[in-house]
């Protein structure tokens, strides 16, 4: 967290880091949704434009692309590394997400 109280984007993919081991990916997906809220909360009023589906698809690319590069493009371990219960959730994601 900043001096001022606003919570950096970094913090928020240290809080989903924390949580990327979850078996359950209802619960990843719940503590996403937790910490995208907090965020934004931490930086004030949400405008009218905001769009949480464009916030949490970035957050999604993201986590996908780490997880990729730490597990050598292993789809089977990446998904592992992200909690998921196969590799091909994590290519549909993938395949949804423009990846």
């Known amino acids: 967290m900043s001096a001022d109280g606003r919570v950096s984007i970094w913090y928020v993919l240290e809080r989903l880091e924390d949580v990327r081991t979850q078996t359950d990916l209802d619960d990843f997906m719940k503590e996403l949704r937790e910490v995208v809220i907090d965020y934004e909360k931490s930086i004030g009023n949400i405008t009218e434009d905001f769009d ?13 692309e780490r ?20 590799r091909q959730t994590l290519k549909n994601w993938a395949k949804e997400l423009g990846k």
């Open 52 to 64: 949480i589906h464009a916030a949490l698809k970035d957050v999604k690319i993201d986590y996908i």
């Open 67 to 86: 997880a990729l590069r730490k597990s050598g493009n292993n789809y089977t371990r990446a998904a592992e590394i992200l909690g998921m219960s196969n």
